[in-house]
């Protein structure tokens, strides 16, 4: 069973920067790619950000060129850098990871609230 870990969530105003973590319980590289979703109160969950085994990144257009996904082998650890924050950025941040079966596995969560 694999289990990730999300945290670096917190309350921060508009225009400031936070960074997430999602730790894994096994090697990321067991894994085909690794996304972070976000899911505010009353909305469906999003993709906001997607990387895979190969490096290939991409992102919804809400978040270009304000958030970066990247992602650490030795340390098991994907992040996403949030830079510029706004206040609709606020909402449940979650990890997923997909393996090479198509399994995919979910984090906790991790809050995110961006006053103005």
């Known amino acids: 069973q694999v289990q990730l870990v999300e945290s670096g969530g917190g309350l921060v105003q508009a225009g400031g920067s936070l960074r997430l973590s999602c730790a894994a319980s096994?090697?990321?590289?067991?894994?085909?790619?690794m996304a972070w979703y976000r899911q505010a109160p009353g909305n469906e969950r999003e993709l906001v950000a997607f990387?895979?085994?190969?490096?290939?990144?991409d992102y919804i257009d809400s978040v270009k060129g304000r958030f970066t996904i990247s992602r650490d082998t030795a340390e098991n650890t994907m992040y996403l850098q949030m830079n510029s924050l706004k206040p609709e950025d606020t909402a449940d941040y979650l990890c997923?990871?997909?393996?090479?079966?198509?399994?995919?596995?979910w984090g906790q969560g991790t809050q995110v609230t961006v006053s103005s």
């Open positions: 997923k990871a997909r393996t090479f079966t198509n399994s995919d596995y």
């Open positions: 096994r090697s990321i590289d067991s894994f085909y790619s």
């Open positions: 990387i895979n085994i190969g490096g290939n990144t």
